[in-house]
């Protein structure tokens, strides 16, 4: 299965929703997409083993979420993505190892929940700045993900902090034995 005969299009006015595709290996055919204006959800896909085709989409304008999607195992599709203007999820990826895809990520509009994730062991939102939009207070929960160091966690909280990020923090049951090296 694919979505090669997507190739044309290039921008979505609302939602895209790649999901329930047990047979999709991959989203090649949606490279030419820069942004989607509403939801992007990549959801239970049991064979997607990477989103590189969606490496042209700089902006999702409500939510992202990448949940159940057992082959995936990273992000990296998604490196020219800036802003998500609602919550990015990311939850039940089994494979997922590392979110370093979303490093040019700056702005989420709303929460950012991890977790779930049992083989995370990087974060990489290098960039980020702002979750919650512009008065930067959104929620973030980052939580059972049994290989992901939570000195990580605590680097990414210290990076919002600075930037002026007053929301709320859940994180537990995530690796708390693993130090971070510099």
């Known amino acids: 299965a694919n979505v090669d005969g997507l190739s044309a299009l290039t921008s979505v006015g609302d939602y895209l929703y790649i999901r329930e595709n047990a047979a999709l290996a ?28 969606l490496s042209a989409v700089t902006s999702v304008g409500s939510n992202l979420h990448v949940d159940y999607n057992g082959a995936l195992e990273d ?18 990826n089994a494979a997922l190892e590392d979110v370093d895809g ?15 994730n049992p083989v995370l062991t990087n974060l990489g939102f290098s960039a980020l700045i702002e979750v919650g939009g512009d008065s930067n207070n959104g929620d973030l929960s980052i939580y059972s993900n049994e290989l992901l160091a ?14 002026g990020w007053t929301g709320s923090l859940d994180t537990f049951e995530n690796n708390g034995t693993e130090t971070c090296l510099e």
Do not use: K, P
Request: proline share 0%; aromatic share 6%; with cysteine.
């Open 75 to 92: 992000v990296d599709g998604l490196s020219a993505l800036t802003s998500v203007g609602g919550g990015l999820d990311i939850f039940y």
């Open 26 to 53: 991959n989203v090649d055919g949606l490279s030419a997409v820069t942004s989607v204006g509403g939801d992007l959800y990549i959801y239970e896909n049991a064979a997607l083993a990477n989103v590189d085709g």
């Open 150 to 163: 939570q000195c990580r966690v605590d680097e990414l909280v210290s990076q919002l902090e600075d930037n």
């Open 102 to 116: 979303l490093s040019a990520l700056t702005s989420v509009g709303g929460n950012l929940v991890i977790h779930n």
